[in-house]
């Protein structure tokens, strides 16, 4: 069942000189002069010089100029809907009516994802102290993989994430890395969104550093200095923890277990060039003054295609407890990797 809209067009009078006549504006811009003869719902009878009698379709008309007065009852025509909103479709141009405009449209509020994640592949060109199965002090080069990774869950205010990282790297006659990790951090936003809480279950292993079987318990507060919005991003926090861990000695034949009080500090930094550029930078320290492990890594993220990104990264890793031969330890890497996000 068709519905039909009550629709007034414009009259306007408009008094000449000598002989005047009606004026007919089309909603594609034609302008059609002379009399209007008949007007019904579904058509008007238009007399004009040049192309003698014409029908027009009243949802093709924009503006109607009537030149007698008298004439002004001929403006009241009923339209029916279909036809308006064909109308609509094709010109945008509708004739005026006496009904209020529809409300705009209600924006749809973006929907953010709640679980994204990370997975990655590098290559690390490395330089670090190291010893053999007696003792040995030297320092070496090589080149190890790492295979690393993360899933994260975005609430309003919650966040939890869980990191993964395994590297290795051998040789005929030694291991020269053996790495693995496992991370949870969990992680509060306060109200004014600047302030956050986070606590970060660790277990670990480490070659090199002669670490096996480490457990940490973290609680930080930390800082947000940005908007989330903003191009800029850096976060840094600082708190307490609980360490155990077993270490070998040079010789990796007897170990001691130790388990201590740590204070912790992270900072992370990003920065986001271009959409397809940023520079990330990050820093963590765990221990005292005179006893600690540092952790510090800068690089630059690059977009390839879709979600695939190329990172390059350099990474410094620096053990005051570790001693080969009175010698600290450290372990300095170059990273070049491709990363896909989810």
Avoid: C
């Avoid at 190291?130 to 040995?136: A, R």
């Avoid at 800068?298 to 053990?319: A, I, P």
Wanted: overall charge neutral.
């Amino acid at each position: 069942m068709k519905k039909t809209l009550s629709i007034l067009i414009p009259l306007l009078v408009a008094v000449h000189a000598g002989l005047a006549q009606d004026t007919i504006l089309l909603n594609n811009g034609d302008k059609l002069t002379g009399t209007i003869l008949k007007q019904t719902p579904e058509q008007i009878d238009f007399k004009s010089p040049a192309f003698g009698t014409v029908s027009l379709n009243p949802h093709d008309i924009k503006e109607i100029k009537i030149a007698d007065p008298s004439l002004e009852k001929l403006g009241e025509i009923t339209v029916p809907a279909e036809a308006i909103a064909k109308n609509e479709k094709t010109t945008g141009n509708l004739p005026k009516t006496n009904a209020p405009p529809a409300p705009p449209a209600k924006k749809e509020p973006v929907k953010m994802k709640k679980w994204t994640g990370q997975a990655g592949l590098a290559i690390a060109i490395r330089q670090k102290t190291s010893s053999n199965q007696i003792g040995v002090i030297r320092e070496e080069k090589y080149e190890t993989y790492r295979l690393y990774g993360n899933i994260q869950w975005k609430g309003k205010q919650n966040n939890l994430n869980w990191d993964w990282v395994y590297r290795y790297s051998s040789d005929e006659y030694q291991i020269r890395d053996d790495f693995f990790s496992v991370a949870q951090v969990y992680k509060h936003s306060f109200n004014n969104n600047n302030l956050y809480s986070s606590a970060k279950t660790l277990y670990l292993r480490d070659y090199n550093r002669r670490i096996e079987n480490e457990f940490l318990q973290t609680g930080e507060l930390g800082i947000t200095w940005f908007d989330k919005d903003s191009n800029i991003q850096l976060e840094t926090s600082a708190g307490a923890g609980y360490r155990m861990y077993q270490r070998l000695d040079p010789a990796r034949i007897a170990s001691s277990t130790i388990s201590q009080p740590e204070f912790i500090f992270d900072a992370n930094f990003r920065w986001n060039l271009i959409n397809t550029l940023a520079l990330t930078q990050s820093y963590t320290h765990l221990g005292n003054l005179t006893n600690y492990q540092f952790v510090f890594s800068t690089g630059f993220e690059n977009k390839l295609v879709q979600d695939l990104f190329v990172r390059m990264e350099y990474r410094l890793d620096r053990d005051t407890e570790v001693y080969y031969d009175d010698k600290g330890y450290y372990d300095k890497a170059l990273l070049t990797s491709l990363l896909y996000k989810f």
